[in-house]
């Protein structure tokens, strides 16, 4: 509780955290339950907010509270119970296919005369507009976008003709919406060459929009992002990736295309079967999707093939700078960052080149700290590594550069 | 005063509330985990949910110490099957003997999963020394200072068990020494206040036998016992272990009063008065000359009429109040304890620290504070001196406590007393201002006294009664010694509006002012 509030402040908002007190003996007495119940009514009376979602943690499902027993609305506000244990639960993707799905479960049925697309995924600010734009050209435009931060972008859902999950996990609230309404979406997001190419027609076509117009703008905005791309070179680098937000897909899609070897793509998130084209059209370009994996594991692999790059976890990227690998925390960098059309591309790629040029000075610092004056790791973690590209290198899935 | 001749009562748990906002301080597993983890060859499991130790030791830890992660600590992973039909003890097996590794030892820590299923951890080589230790971390009731006392003196319980190396060498303390105990993880600015402890130590000659648990080893325990003398840096845990040990006990001094005597009793215990003495002597001529000449010049006279206001941790809260408040004067106008039984709940501190007139001039407080000062729209200016919070507080040159921490939080006080007051000066956006009219234009346009009967337009523009009430109302919630800035500079804007509009100064136009002009909160 204390790490999520802690997070949250840094993170995420300038707004409160509230939650029941929870002692031994207020979960023997069962007066927790009570006690939240009497919350929720006092919150929805005094601030009288659109939505009180109430997230449940390790704790109290375990116990089970009587969630089902709290009213759906009080006033206005929509209260929503969101289970999250960690137990269950295990990645951020999978945490925030569940929110979408649970405020998505509370709307009403889809509205009769629809229209638009309903973005779904964390994206950069000026992403949907973009999108909007392009759209727009080929007959259609961007209904709505969540997650935000207004329960009005969800409610809008009910308005949209199509459902487009721009990363692989949305799989739960996208196929919920296609069971009971008969919501279609589309897989895979406008990024890259083929991918924005591919997406603007697989939305032309669900949408059944002017086919030439479909591919006229489809085929321009390929070769914008093709024009884009060719100022950022990245053949010959190797790259290593490990994320845990679901769009590090997207982003190994990009530095292919760029022309950088990643030979693998490491992702906390569990296999999906909205990622099955993605990580087919990975497969293909040589790099291998490698599920539910632990970041500790990396770290081995580090010390003993050569990377010219690393994104990854803050674990795997102090492991990294301290051998002098050139490397940025996934989520700082890349929420920052567009991914989409030709200026995402371009602003994701000046991103990776600028960081690789700057190896000298992470070669410099890591010489520093080490007493051999050449970069090594001065202390090590003591849980044992298991070194995933020996695993790749031994399944032929992989050829390594010359060792280090 | 520094030497305690009796330690007060236990230490005692922040009082669970039915209800919270902005939860401010850990569990007892985290705080458990931070004493163990912090010894050289503590290994950590915790015994949670999977990914359960990527909140305190991956995410929290990188903003509290700026350390990217704790390589020793590490979950038991427990998943739907562990927690509702496999049991527990299976998983958290299988991460003990990966922990389990040549020269470390393990530290088993419960969280309130696994207290709240009921597992816990059976061996049968308990006896074995240097196995796997089991600790009840309490998580459901105990907070992490709670936690933090019960662990040290654990340790201590335990000391028989730790296996010193072959290799290791023991270095024993020729004479009369001592032991500081504290801190460990995620204590704010522990880096700078341990810093100056070693130099106030090493000023008079005092030799350090163990800095526990964060520059020792898990069998450095027993060693603990060949100190003279105990320093108990936080109020918040520690006691139970040094009242364990019996030697006389010290608290970590702020400010110039409880250095002095800190000194002069440490220099008593430890057979060095003489030196102690002439070490304070040089203080004087040398760290704290900086500290006299600021106190000699202008910038103390602001004092008495700079309020401020603390929220904090008992150690850092009174040692605040008795430094700032009581040496250098600064009006209190609200302190509150941050965790300990006495803490205030965070809506109790909202609305203290909305309703106080004057504002503080200066907050000091977490990332609560700071949201306070935001969402309230407080003119005050915000200092953080606590967790929770993302900070970066590992350079060693800010400490708070010791003769240097005197200096550093005084020139803190100051850099904040010329920021406030820069803030608040009128300024001219494109100096210098550039006349529109000539004499002649101004005197003709100027001429209101045959179209309205009263005064040229050209006169002292008038303030509506209500206007009036508002400016005052405004002026009073600013700092003192700023007043008359901000009140030149409300009356230039409004009556400046005012005379654009042809009018008088309303309600409406002072309001403006003050939205426009209000102090960016941090």
Same mark, same amino acid.
């Given at each position: 509780?204390?790490?999520?509030?802690?997070?949250?402040?840094?993170?995420?908002?300038?707004?409160? %955290?509230?939650?029941?007190?929870?002692?031994?003996?207020?979960?023997?007495?069962?007066?927790?339950?009570?006690?939240?119940?009497?919350?929720?009514?006092?919150?929805?009376?005094?601030?009288?907010?659109?939505?009180?979602?109430?997230?449940?943690?390790?704790?109290?499902?375990?116990?089970?509270?009587?969630?089902?027993?709290?009213?759906?609305?009080?006033?206005?506000?929509?209260?929503?119970?969101?289970?999250?244990?960690?137990?269950?639960?295990?990645?951020?993707?999978?945490?925030?296919?569940?929110? %979408?799905?649970?405020?998505?479960?509370?709307?009403?049925?889809?509205?009769?005369?629809?229209?638009?697309?309903?973005?779904?995924?964390?994206?950069?600010?000026?992403?949907?507009?973009?999108?909007?734009?392009?759209?727009?050209?080929?007959?259609?435009?961007?209904?709505?976008?969540?997650?935000?931060?207004?329960?009005?972008?969800?409610?809008?859902?009910?308005?949209?003709?199509?459902?487009?999950?721009?990363?692989?996990?949305?799989?739960?609230?996208?196929?919920?919406?296609?069971?009971?309404?008969?919501?279609?979406?589309?897989?895979?997001?406008?990024?890259?060459?083929?991918?924005?190419?591919?997406?603007?027609?697989?939305?032309?076509?669900?949408?059944?929009?002017?086919?030439?117009?479909?591919?006229?703008?489809?085929? *321009?905005?390929?070769?914008?992002?093709?024009?884009?791309?060719?100022?950022?070179?990245?053949?010959?680098?190797?790259?290593? %990736?490990?994320?845990?937000?679901?769009?590090?897909?997207?982003?190994?899609?990009?530095?292919?295309?760029?022309?950088?070897?990643?030979?693998?793509?490491?992702?906390?998130?569990?296999?999906?079967?909205?990622?099955?084209?993605?990580?087919?059209?990975?497969?293909?370009?040589?790099?291998?999707?490698?599920?539910?994996?632990?970041? *500790?594991?990396?770290?081995?692999?580090?010390?003993?093939?050569?990377?010219?790059?690393?994104?990854?976890?803050?674990?795997?990227?102090?492991?990294?700078?301290?051998?002098?690998?050139?490397?940025?925390?996934?989520?700082?960098?890349?929420?920052?960052?567009?991914?989409?059309?030709?200026?995402?591309?371009?602003?994701?790629?000046?991103?990776?080149?600028?960081?690789?040029?700057?190896?000298?000075?992470?070669?410099?610092?890591?010489?520093?700290?080490?007493?051999?004056?050449?970069?090594?790791?001065?202390?090590?973690?003591?849980?044992?590594?298991?070194?995933?590209?020996?695993?790749?290198?031994?399944?032929?899935?992989?050829?390594?550069?010359?060792?280090? | 005063?520094?030497?305690?001749?009796?330690?007060?009562?236990?230490?005692?748990?922040?009082?669970?509330?039915?209800?919270?906002?902005?939860?401010?301080?850990?569990?007892?597993?985290?705080?458990?985990?931070?004493?163990?983890?912090?010894?050289?060859?503590?290994?950590?499991?915790?015994?949670?949910?999977?990914?359960?130790?990527?909140?305190?030791?991956?995410?929290?830890?990188?903003?509290?110490?700026?350390?990217?992660?704790?390589?020793?600590?590490?979950?038991?992973?427990?998943?739907?099957?562990?927690?509702?039909?496999?049991?527990?003890?299976?998983?958290?097996? @299988?991460?003990?003997?990966?922990?389990?590794?040549?020269?470390?030892?393990?530290?088993?820590?419960?969280?309130?999963?696994? @207290?709240?299923?009921?597992?816990? +951890?059976?061996?049968?080589?308990?006896?074995?020394?240097?196995?796997?230790?089991?600790?009840?971390?309490?998580?459901?009731?105990?907070? @992490? +200072?709670?936690?933090?006392?019960?662990?040290?003196?654990?340790? +201590?319980?335990?000391?028989?068990?730790?296996?010193?190396?072959?290799?290791?060498?023991?270095?024993?303390?020729?004479?009369?020494?001592?032991?500081?105990?504290?801190?460990?993880?995620?204590?704010?600015?522990?880096?700078?206040?341990?810093?100056?402890?070693?130099?106030?130590?090493?000023?008079?000659?005092?030799?350090?036998?163990?800095?526990?648990?964060?520059? =020792?080893?898990?069998?450095?325990?027993?060693?603990?016992?060949?100190?003279?003398?105990?320093?108990?840096?936080?109020?918040?845990?520690?006691?139970?272990?040094? /009242?364990?040990?019996? /030697?006389?006990?010290?608290?970590?001094?702020?400010?110039?009063?409880?250095?002095? =005597?800190?000194?002069?009793?440490?220099?008593?215990?430890?057979?060095?008065?003489?030196? =102690?003495?002439?070490?304070?002597?040089?203080?004087?001529?040398?760290?704290?000359?900086?500290?006299?000449?600021?106190?000699?010049?202008?910038?103390?006279?602001?004092?008495?009429?700079?309020?401020?206001?603390?929220?904090?941790?008992?150690?850092?809260?009174?040692?605040? $109040?008795?430094?700032?408040?009581?040496?250098?004067?600064?009006?209190?106008?609200?302190?509150?304890?941050?965790?300990?039984?006495?803490?205030?709940?965070? $809506?109790?501190?909202?609305?203290?620290?909305?309703?106080?007139?004057?504002?503080?001039?200066?907050?000091?407080?977490?990332?609560?504070?700071?949201?306070?000062?935001?969402?309230?729209?407080?003119?005050?200016?915000?200092?953080?001196?606590?967790?929770?919070?993302?900070?970066?507080?590992?350079?060693?040159?800010?400490?708070?406590?010791?003769?240097?921490?005197?200096?550093?939080?005084?020139?803190?006080?100051?850099?904040?007393?010329?920021?406030?007051?820069?803030?608040?000066?009128?300024?001219?956006?494109?100096?210098?201002?550039?006349?529109?009219?000539?004499?002649?234009?101004?005197?003709?346009?100027?001429?209101?006294?045959?179209?309205?009967?009263?005064?040229?337009?050209?006169?002292?523009?008038?303030?509506?009664?209500?206007?009036?009430?508002?400016?005052?109302?405004?002026?009073?919630? !600013?700092?003192?010694?700023?007043?008359?800035?901000?009140?030149?500079?409300?009356?230039?804007?409004?009556?400046?509006?005012?005379?654009?509009?042809?009018?008088?100064?309303? !309600?409406?136009?002072? @309001?403006?002012?003050?939205?426009?002009?209000?102090?960016?909160?941090?």
């Amino acid at each position: 509780m204390y790490g999520h509030t802690f997070v949250a402040h840094f993170y995420v908002a300038n707004r409160p %955290v509230f939650s029941p007190g929870v002692s031994s003996q207020m979960w023997a007495k069962g007066s927790v339950f009570d006690e939240l119940a009497a919350m929720v009514q006092d919150m929805a009376e005094k601030h009288r907010p659109s939505l009180i979602p109430i997230c449940s943690l390790c704790v109290s499902d375990t116990v089970g509270l009587p969630f089902e027993l709290l009213p759906k609305q009080i006033g206005n506000t929509e209260i929503v119970y969101v289970p999250l244990p960690a137990y269950s639960v295990h990645t951020h993707a999978k945490a925030k296919d569940i929110v %979408v799905d649970s405020l998505v479960w509370r709307l009403p049925s889809q509205r009769k005369a629809r229209s638009g697309v309903n973005l779904i995924g964390e994206v950069f600010p000026s992403d949907p507009i973009r999108i909007d734009e392009v759209l727009r050209r080929i007959g259609s435009h961007v209904n709505t976008h969540v997650p935000g931060p207004r329960w009005a972008d969800y409610v809008a859902m009910v308005d949209g003709s199509l459902n487009a999950p721009l990363h692989p996990f949305y799989s739960e609230s996208v196929k919920r919406m296609k069971m009971k309404q008969g919501l279609p979406f589309v897989e895979g997001a406008p990024v890259g060459i083929a991918g924005t190419y591919a997406w603007i027609k697989s939305v032309g076509e669900a949408l059944q929009l002017n086919p030439a117009v479909v591919e006229s703008v489809a085929a *321009d905005e390929r070769d914008k992002v093709k024009a884009a791309m060719a100022d950022f070179p990245l053949s010959g680098l190797t790259f290593m %990736v490990a994320g845990y937000e679901g769009h590090e897909f997207l982003l190994v899609r990009l530095l292919i295309e760029a022309g950088a070897s990643v030979p693998y793509l490491s992702t906390s998130v569990n296999t999906n079967p909205l990622a099955r084209t993605e990580e087919a059209w990975l497969r293909e370009h040589g790099c291998t999707v490698l599920y539910g994996a632990n970041f *500790d594991d990396e770290i081995g692999a580090l010390q003993h093939h050569k990377y010219d790059c690393v994104i990854g976890t803050t674990p795997l990227c102090s492991h990294a700078k301290e051998l002098g690998i050139p490397s940025i925390y996934y989520t700082n960098a890349m929420a920052t960052r567009s991914l989409m059309f030709a200026e995402g591309a371009s602003d994701v790629l000046s991103l990776m080149l600028s960081t690789y040029r700057s190896k000298e000075r992470y070669h410099k610092i890591a010489s520093f700290f080490s007493e051999t004056g050449v970069p090594e790791q001065t202390y090590s973690s003591w849980s044992p590594k298991i070194d995933l590209t020996e695993h790749l290198i031994a399944n032929e899935a992989f050829v390594p550069k010359a060792p280090l | 005063m520094a030497l305690r001749q009796e330690l007060p009562s236990d230490i005692v748990n922040t009082p669970i509330r039915k209800r919270v906002t902005d939860l401010d301080h850990a569990g007892g597993d985290t705080g458990a985990m931070q004493v163990f983890a912090s010894l050289r060859d503590g290994n950590v499991v915790l015994d949670g949910p999977v990914g359960c130790h990527v909140m305190p030791a991956v995410a929290v830890i990188n903003y509290t110490d700026s350390i990217p992660y704790l390589q020793n600590v590490t979950c038991s992973e427990l998943s739907e099957n562990e927690v509702t039909i496999a049991g527990t003890l299976g998983a958290l097996k @299988e991460k003990v003997a990966r922990a389990d590794a040549p020269g470390r030892q393990v530290f088993i820590v419960s969280t309130p999963m696994s @207290e709240l299923i009921g597992a816990a +951890w059976t061996t049968l080589d308990e006896d074995v020394k240097g196995s796997p230790l089991f600790f009840n971390a309490q998580s459901l009731d105990d907070d @992490e +200072w709670h936690a933090r006392d019960r662990a040290l003196l654990f340790l +201590w319980q335990n000391r028989e068990h730790f296996v010193r190396p072959a290799d290791a060498p023991r270095k024993r303390p020729a004479g009369k020494s001592v032991n500081i105990i504290g801190p460990t993880y995620g204590c704010f600015n522990s880096y700078s206040d341990i810093a100056e402890l070693k130099r106030l130590l090493a000023g008079m000659g005092a030799q350090i036998n163990l800095i526990y648990p964060f520059e =020792a080893h898990s069998y450095d325990t027993p060693a603990l016992a060949d100190a003279t003398a105990t320093i108990v840096m936080y109020k918040e845990f520690g006691k139970s272990l040094a /009242r364990e040990l019996g /030697r006389p006990v010290f608290d970590a001094p702020f400010g110039l009063e409880d250095t002095t =005597a800190f000194l002069r009793g440490l220099g008593h215990a430890l057979d060095l008065e003489a030196e =102690a003495d002439a070490f304070i002597a040089l203080e004087k001529k040398t760290t704290l000359a900086a500290w006299q000449d600021i106190w000699r010049s202008t910038h103390s006279d602001f004092f008495a009429n700079s309020p401020i206001a603390i929220v904090a941790p008992p150690s850092y809260k009174d040692g605040l $109040e008795r430094y700032l408040g009581g040496e250098l004067g600064l009006p209190i106008s609200y302190s509150a304890y941050r965790t300990g039984p006495q803490s205030a709940p965070s $809506e109790a501190v909202r609305e203290a620290l909305a309703n106080a007139s004057p504002s503080p001039m200066l907050i000091f407080g977490s990332i609560n504070e700071r949201m306070i000062v935001a969402q309230e729209k407080l003119p005050s200016r915000f200092y953080q001196v606590s967790f929770p919070g993302a900070v970066v507080r590992r350079a060693t040159g800010t400490p708070f406590v010791g003769y240097a921490g005197a200096v550093w939080l005084l020139q803190t006080v100051c850099e904040v007393l010329f920021d406030t007051l820069f803030a608040n000066l009128p300024t001219s956006y494109a100096p210098p201002q550039q006349t529109e009219k000539a004499t002649a234009e101004i005197m003709r346009d100027g001429h209101g006294i045959a179209a309205d009967g009263s005064k040229g337009q050209n006169a002292v523009v008038t303030w509506t009664d209500d206007a009036k009430a508002l400016s005052e109302k405004t002026v009073k919630r !600013v700092p003192f010694f700023v007043r008359v800035s901000v009140t030149k500079k409300l009356r230039a804007e409004a009556e400046k509006r005012a005379r654009e509009r042809g009018g008088t100064v309303d !309600v409406g136009i002072v @309001e403006e002012v003050v939205a426009a002009f209000a102090p960016r909160s941090t």
